[in-house]
Nanobody
């Protein structure tokens, strides 16, 4: 059974930083072949794209970011640990939301339950 567990959310003031972690289990040696991503959902709104890092088996994959987070957020992965990270810098109130981790390949897509990030002004 594939499980994704996010952690690292919390409440910070504008300009603060947080690092989110997504621990993935159940896909073991297949993890390097999965694309990984972070999505965020503000209260009362639909879930939207945040950042993605595709599988880079045999080459280095370049990350893709939603425009508003580019230059402030950094997505990374540890294939040995089956973990995905999101380093968030210079946070603003518009970054507030439930952050969920996603892993996917051609035939499947899995989600975690999310971790809440709240940025106050």
């Amino acid at each position: 059974q594939v499980q994704l567990v996010e952690s690292g959310g919390g409440s910070v003031q504008t300009g603060g930083s947080l690092k989110l972690t997504c621990a993935v289990s159940g896909i073991a040696d297949l993890f390097p072949s999965f694309d990984v991503g972070w999505y965020r959902q503000p209260a009362g709104e639909a879930r939207g794209f945040g950042a993605r890092l595709n599988a880079g088996v045999g080459f280095v994959s370049s990350p893709v970011y939603e425009t508003s987070v580019k230059g402030r957020f950094t997505i990374s992965r540890d294939n040995d640990r089956g973990t995905v990270y999101l380093q968030m810098e210079r946070l603003v109130p518009e970054d507030t939301g439930l952050y969920s981790c996603n892993v996917r390949d051609i035939g499947s897509s899995y989600w975690g339950r999310g971790t809440q990030v709240t940025v106050s002004s």
